[in-house]
Structure formats: C-alpha cells, structure tokens
C-alpha cells in the first residue's frame, strides 16, 4: 500500500505543482477487479477504492496496519460511485445503489464487495480511519442522509450537500463523510472555503464527464495553490489547508474527515476577500 507523509504549511509554499500532485493526489484508485489503498499519515486516514466486475473483492488487512484483519482497530464509510452491487459483512449482506453509504464499525472480520452486473459495475470508494470502539454497521441512501442546501445559482455554487456519517446521521468514532451535488449550471464547491484544524479532509471527485477537468485550490489562505484533477481523483487537504474546487463541467464529490469532533458544521469560514 503507498504510503503518504505529512507536509509542513511552510515546505508547502515551495512546493512546485508535481510535488503537490505527488504528496496529495490520489490516481489510479479505482482499477478493474482491484482494491487499490493509500495509507495517509493525515490522521492515518486510508483512502482507497474496490471495484469489482468480473470477480468478488475481499478487503484484506495490510502489513503497514500490524493487525489480523483489516477493521480489527479501523472503522470505515463505502460509498457507491457506479452500479448496482453488494457489500457482504461478517456474512450479512447489503444492497447498495449509486450513492448509497454504508458505514462499518471496528471489530468486523469480513468485507467482501461484489458488483451485481459485470457491464456496469458498482465502484466503491473507502474512507478508513482508526477507532476505538464499535459503532452498528449502517446503510444509508441519499434520500434519508442530512441534507443542506448551500449557494446560489447567480454565484455559480448552489449545491446540496448530503451528510451521511456525522454526529447527527450515523455514528462513527471520528469519521465524518458525506456526498455534494450540484444544481445544473453551478460548478463551485465550498466557496467561500474554510478551515477546520481540528480535521483533515479528503475529496474525491466523480461523475465528471470526459474530457473536463476539476481545478482544485488548497494551501492557507494566504497561500493558495491548485492543481487540475480527472474525473474519480482524490486530493488529501491537510488542517491547515483550504478545501474548495470548480470544474469545466457538472461533478459530484464525495468528502471525508477525520480527526477531533464529529460536528460538520465545525468549519472557521475564510471569507473570499482575504484569499491570495
Ligand atoms: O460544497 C461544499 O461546501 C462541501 O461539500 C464542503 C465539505 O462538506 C467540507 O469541506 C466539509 O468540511
Ligand atoms: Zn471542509
């Protein structure tokens, strides 16, 4: 599994645009008949995909993690990007169509993920982070997930944001994860930006058609860098850093925390005035 380190506010301004793409760009994730993690040292988040079409994919525990199996210290949200498909845990099985989130607890023994239709396969996209006790298993579609209405379509950001794992939907130890879409002719996501150092953050993006590009700005407020993405990339965004994106085209976006305090609205807004 690759493994990323930590990046210093202050080595990050002098970062050229491939050392941004190499320290915080997630590619390749998701892969035919794969599961594909990268241990992150961001909170020791692991992000990763399994995309089964041709055979089922079992999640197995890694060396770097030094446990028996891959959620004996770990606690996960699964999120469906694509078909329809099946995650079957310790041998109870669930449905789950594109968007729906399944959330499981520390202590599971057995994750094995299936697509239904080997010509339009589920992708299932993994956020992982360590816990310390067992919270129930728990799928949740989008129509029962938190929802909140952001932005307008004058200001080109109006978009729902749907919250699935946090401290009002399911219950996690620390992960908070959830699931933006955007009205048709918006395309900025979490603009104004925000920081939150009490958690790091991860994006992944997806439904973005061919051929478009995600523009993705991170760094600190004073310091805004960005890097151009592809469709079904991720990018981690450290505490100190901004989190906000825009694209040449219409995309959803799947974003994860990890970290202190399962609150989502714990954000300390950067007005976009003071933006450099
Ligand atoms: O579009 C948005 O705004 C978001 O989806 C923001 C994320 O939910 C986020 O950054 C939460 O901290
Ligand atoms: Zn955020």
Not at 177 to 190: C, D, E, M
Not at 221 to 242: D, G, K
Not at 246 to 275: C, K, Q, R
């Amino acid at each position: 599994m690759k493994v990323l380190h930590q990046v210093h506010p202050e080595d990050f301004v002098n970062y050229t645009t491939q050392q941004i793409r190499d320290k915080f760009l997630l590619e390749n994730l998701v892969a035919p008949d794969k599961i594909e993690c990268v241990y992150t040292h961001y909170d020791r988040m692991i992000v990763g995909a399994a995309t089964p079409v041709t055979t089922t994919l079992k999640l197995e525990t890694y060396d770097n993690l030094k446990a028996d199996y891959f959620l004996e210290r770990r606690e996960i949200g699964i999120i469906n990007i694509a078909g329809n498909g099946t995650i079957t845990v310790d041998g109870e099985t669930f449905d789950l169509e594109k968007k729906d989130c399944l959330y499981i607890g520390k202590g599971k023994q057995e994750v094995i993920f299936a697509s239904k239709d080997a010509a339009d396969p589920a992708k299932y996209i993994l956020f992982s982070c360590p816990a310390h006790m067992e919270y129930p298993t728990r799928l949740m579609k989008p129509s029962e997930a938190l929802p909140a209405e952001l932005g307008s379509l004058e200001n080109n950001n109006h978009r729902v944001i749907n919250k699935y794992i946090h401290l009002d939907g399911i219950r996690s130890c620390q992960l908070v994860l959830g699931v933006t879409s955007f009205k048709a002719g918006s395309i900025w996501n979490t603009m104004p930006p925000h920081l939150h150092d009490r958690r790091m953050e991860s994006y992944f993006y997806f439904d973005l058609p061919e051929n478009q590009r995600i523009i993705h700005f991170m760094g600190q407020p004073h310091e805004t860098r960005h890097i151009f993405l592809n469709n079904e990339q991720a990018i981690l965004s450290p505490s100190w850093s901004i989190h906000s994106g825009t694209a040449t085209a219409n995309y959803s976006f799947i974003w994860a925390m990890a970290g202190e305090n399962l609150v989502f609205t714990d954000m300390d807004p950067v007005p976009t005035t003071e933006l450099q």
